[in-house]
């Protein structure tokens, strides 16, 4: 059997087992056609509206094109010389595919206030007997569901497949940099994929990249970081993931109070309950989609209580805040700041934030660390090994250093014009503190 | 004020105009960021997770390009020369970006059970003045929203501005057929968009096309013929609409029968209920989107009526049904093999269709036609006009023929294998009926 | 051993014989560099500077790509099952390589000057023992120059590789519609690659598709037909060949006439006189190149015969003959458009000419044709077969129908205005005959 | 009038004055399509075989994209105001236009050993009355000519009008790194034009970019730096280079003996002859292109001196040196492999070289430099100004770093295998000294 599906990204992407095309028509795996890839991306970026599927498909594809180059031209002769055991294969290619199975709704500003784990979640789908996944995955070995989790999870002992899953240079960043490149309409996120999967191959400790092609592997950490700062990090998509989390924060609250009270309303968030509860099960999970918390903020438009009702319709009517870069020595105006809002009328817990937006482009191997990379390994002629950013300035001038945004945000009625205005003299001294998009 | 949406089709949309900006930032506007452009499409071609929202903004740039093209080298110099008006530049570019401002949730297939009508839902949000729309409309004038509607009414006199938002080659399918293709990943629907505005000019009756660029206008019905054929017509997109509408039908007889019995259901689908009751506003209109559908069907999917959680499930985990082609001489077979369905279990009112779709991929004026197209003209060197047809081979080919595909469509189950099965007989019967995907 | 050419079309070119890499390295092969795939066309689409070396690389690489398909999805069991034998693998790959190589400077206008002949030259380039492609090829075995070259006419036995290389759809055909359209900055020579390769398939009498493919095989003969039209067929680019064929046809003349006058000339186009002498030997056909015959024409520019002068600069410097369509009632007339030419001073077996570009968009076998074509099959889901225009409405409209584009060229200065001018009343007369771009 | 080109990079390029479309069809700017862009890189990127006629067309285009968004945007109100003053638009495209019409046949090398100078040339192309240029060119005043070649020597008054024409971001750039991405097929040289072109605006002292734009400039700076390092700086197009250079070298001593000794050879190159005399005229140079040195390299390879000859085929084939890296310890050791190459038999001052590409990607202002650059301002919400490397880690991370790699050219010859070899202990000796392409 082989099924190809149409896709953007790699123009085909081909399906050649049985129980990958099982995988993909399971009830689980379907489901991440309702969870948008990038959350709040989209409210900047239109084009952006593709889901955790496609990005799954296509990072499954990528896994295949690299283990279809591994088993042609780098078979293992002899256990333990460093190439490559097709009985990797299948393992591989589920953990590709299902690395991202446990993505709940508005993902990681849902976990934060709900305290979920879609990494943990992801191991519940994969091995819990129950699931329709677990049950495709049995097919193949009863201990395979297992296996795949512990890909996933950096357990599996062969590092060519963990790090070919999960490392600064796999196949999920692979693909998630061309597809969001692609669906934004930015060019940022463009690499040589042809040229990265032809220098690939495994050794004896994971994966390393023929130096032949340290150019591309170089433009692949550069475009991953231009499309942090350019597209990852927006200031306004980040503003809408604040009004979201601030609504799922303020709904939380007045549950609770509620429930303290025996108040009951008259249309109750039925998916989100056991979330309040904080009693949730995994089928309460999978419930959850990005259209069944939008359903919630519909109704919550119409709600009574003013704040929930103002940021559900801040949120669906796209109306986010406004932000100003926070440097060291104007943190210490934060509190003017939020106490100006105050005065302005509005609640600062809800309606001002601080946020931060960070990423490491590269960095190499530091046993110090408390999060220590696999750092990317060229191989030269005769088989040595050297670590990339001793020889690419480009990449040496990112290494190491934690790329970030920190931004405080306030409602955009700060910024009006202050003549004839109730809150005049409020908003003035609130704008003189902030200039060229910087508290000061 | 010039404001810039980055786009992947026109790579970025430039909005000059406040009203544009304000209309944009309408709910009713926003609300289209939860409506697929292509409905249940993207359960066949992933990458087409596209919303009514992008196309509308792409449609609005293409009328903005042209009415900047005709402003530049077609301006009118004295009334009734043919030329364009630039006073027409805002009705029209405001129209693009509306056209599609009534389309509901899975739009065609709700239609269809619960008789809206997405072109009278349009006229209403624009007249509407409790609309958000509405009111940024009048800003211009208080009649402006009525001329606005009447564009996409076709009843506005000036034929250059309804042309352009609504004929054979309109600002409309110039926009869906890149954005489909770009988004499903195929190419068929690429054509010469800068050529083709380049040899748009207006004349005395509407839009025309210098004859140079005949073959552009060409390649453009030829592509729009091969998106049909290709993309829009593909029988498991189709497949997943039947089992749709069936879903919708399901719970609205479950409902109807429920109401004649007082039952009351635990989970009413809330938003719903206005249109099971055929007795809704426009303000019940505007709940809906796709997500809350889903939502619904969620909730479907563990509903005590087997028929209904069945047909959620399907949709939602994508089962679709199977389908063979129908041809006139075979027709007859029809009843026939739904006896045979019946009889493997299946209540072929919900499990059976027949479906047709079909398109016009271009027609010359036919005064007697029902429904008479605007033929597209091309301009010969000395200002002669000459129907497209008359002229490319191509084109007459496929010019006045209907192209349709007419489908039977059935469970699955229907096509296994026969052996030491129940209903071995009856499957092995239906299975005689149907080869080569013809019905025989 | 495999080596990769970066290749704008097909991103890589994949070479892992030791054959491929020895004949790409020839002199014979290394040539192609210096002589444009297009011609003339370069002077109306400025981008489309590329050469045949690229395409005869590109033509190899889709060759490549088809064989190892049939070698993974369709190998041979029993001899004469219809299925692929990899033992024609290496024959298939180098016809497809060296498909072009006995193509000359400006090919056709020379060939028809000089009665060249480019297919005997290719066949002469890998069957003489003194080229470097001859002995490239007998490392393989004595008998293979001639097995390459019985592919290259046709007479090779087995169908499958003679289609590969020469058909309605063929490797030749599917490089140079994808490479012509890229260099030009076209789109209309676009097709899906991907998916054609994807449903070619042997069968006993040659090629067949999978019916499943029938749109990407139908998108690619209407492409074809459209490059046709918009690029190969263009007016001005058969302008400057007019012009060439003249200018090689005066120095022709001028030779001749000074040989019988024992004239012998200063600078002497050396690597010409062969060919004006009417005996040329392989290596002097291998000396000649598109740089060739421009310096040639460098030096004519200072030539003492006005006429190999002035056409001369007219082809360095891009000053194309106008031209007017003949259609069947108007070709009575050029008698006398002739004559007008010659009142204006121009010598009309120089300045004027009638030009005929043609070509068959597809046809079915007809075996009563002078040139039958081997047509396209579709293979349906039962191994039977159906010729595409029997299923297929737009290639129907264009089968059998001979497209073709009659022209009179004459110099732009019959086009002048005819105020206060020595030759007015010529002029007039002239222009009184064009219109429209037609003779009336 | 206007008239269109289409162009493969700026879909179209938009002709809209007569004197543009006059010094396109002069014939000196005709000749630019005779002389590729990249000189030997086709040797290595087969697709790059376009010329600076392409190149020449497409900095226009981007200069009348940047003069028509000046003009729109921001027209100058009062003299001084350092706002655009569209009377420079005209002077500013024809600069753009005609930057490189001096520019000869293999331009670099070509100048290196017959020291011309192609800036010089293009300065009397414009400014000769003897040139179809000029004549164009005066057309609009006497005294434009040297207007538009002060703008080329950057003597220009207006600096905005010199910063467009040749700047660290200057049109030329924009143009050659996009073209030279799409012929070569890599993607290195992409970036986002469309917002570059939005974010450039003039100011008082030149061209300055909004900080909106910083990561779109960032990133072409970036793309420029791969450029150069991946295709401008790479050892084989170098290599051919080399044989290049020496093959001219040859041709001239030759030529200075054979005076001397008043030999006259039966083909001499007519159109070299002023060069190796030392005393040409533009007419002479005018003659010059790749094809008529082609030409002469195909004369030369029948020639009886043995190097003239050898080396003419391996530049017409394609036959290039082999090299090693030099790093300055190793520097020592290149007297001992002369030695050897010489022991093997080749002439070395022919068969060796040493060759150093370098490159500065970006600076800022240094007045201590000898070549100072006009750095690149970013200009912030208030009006202040700031330098890109200054706000920018990656360009930091390359800026005032000259980017070069240094070789040692010799003949592939010298790494054969050793055994059973004439030269055995000599290979055996060189090849102990290179090592993953490093002298060691």
Request: charged fraction near 25%; hydrophobic fraction near 35%.
């Amino acid at each position: 059997m082989e099924k190809v599906f149409r896709d953007p990204i790699h123009d085909y992407i081909y399906v050649q087992d049985q129980v990958i095309l099982d995988l993909i028509n399971t009830k689980e795996f379907q489901r991440l056609r309702r969870i948008h890839q990038l959350g709040t991306t989209s409210f900047v970026f239109h084009g952006a509206e593709h889901t955790r599927f496609s990005h799954s498909l296509g990072c499954y594809e990528v896994a295949r094109r690299i283990t279809d180059s591994f088993e042609r031209n780098y078979p293992t002769k002899t256990p333990g010389d460093g190439l490559w055991n097709n009985d990797e294969r299948l393992v591989t290619l589920c953990a590709a595919l299902l690395h991202d199975i446990g993505h709940g709704a508005y993902s990681h500003t849902f976990e934060h206030i709900f305290h979920t784990d879609h990494e943990l979640i992801t191991t519940q789908i994969i091995t819990d007997p129950q699931t329709e996944v677990n049950q495709a995955l049995r097919q193949i070995s009863p201990d395979f569901p297992t296996k795949v989790a512990s890909v996933i999870s950096h357990d599996y002992p062969n590092p060519q497949v963990v790090q070919l899953i999960s490392s600064q240079i796999d196949a999920d960043r692979m693909d998630y940099l061309l597809r969001d490149s692609y669906y934004t309409g930015t060019n940022y996120g463009n690499f040589d994929l042809t040229r990265i999967l032809r220098v690939m191959r495994p050794y004896k400790n994971g994966i390393a990249f023929q130096i032949s092609g340290i150019h591309a592997v170089e433009d692949f950490i550069v475009s991953r970081f231009q499309m942090y700062v350019q597209v990852y990090f927006h200031s306004v998509s980040r503003s809408m993931e604040v009004i979201l989390g601030h609504l799922l924060q303020r709904a939380n609250e007045l549950y609770q109070s509620e429930r303290a009270n025996n108040h009951q309303r008259a249309f109750q968030p039925h998916y989100l309950m056991p979330f309040f509860d904080e009693n949730f099960s995994l089928t309460d999970y999978l419930k959850l989609d990005d259209g069944v918390l939008n359903t919630y903020f519909l109704q919550w438009e119409d709600d009574e209580d003013p704040i929930l009702s103002d940021l559900s319709a801040r949120f669906l009517g796209r109306i986010p805040l406004k932000s100003a870069q926070i440097k060291e020595p104007t943190r210490s105006l934060l509190p003017e700041l939020r106490k100006l809002v105050t005065e302005a009328g509005f609640d600062v817990e809800y309606y001002t934030a601080e946020n931060d937006s960070y990423d490491l482009p590269y960095d190499a191997y530091d046993p110090t660390s408390k999060k220590p990379r696999t750092q990317i390994e060229l191989m030269q002629a005769d088989g040595s090994l050297v670590e990339l950013s001793t020889v690419s300035d480009l990449v040496k001038s990112i290494t190491g250093k934690i790329s970030s945004d920190e931004r405080f945000y306030f409602p955009k009625e700060m910024l009006v014009n202050t003549d004839n205005n109730l809150f005049s003299d409020t908003f003035a001294a609130f704008q003189a503190h902030i200039k060229n998009n910087l508290i000061r």
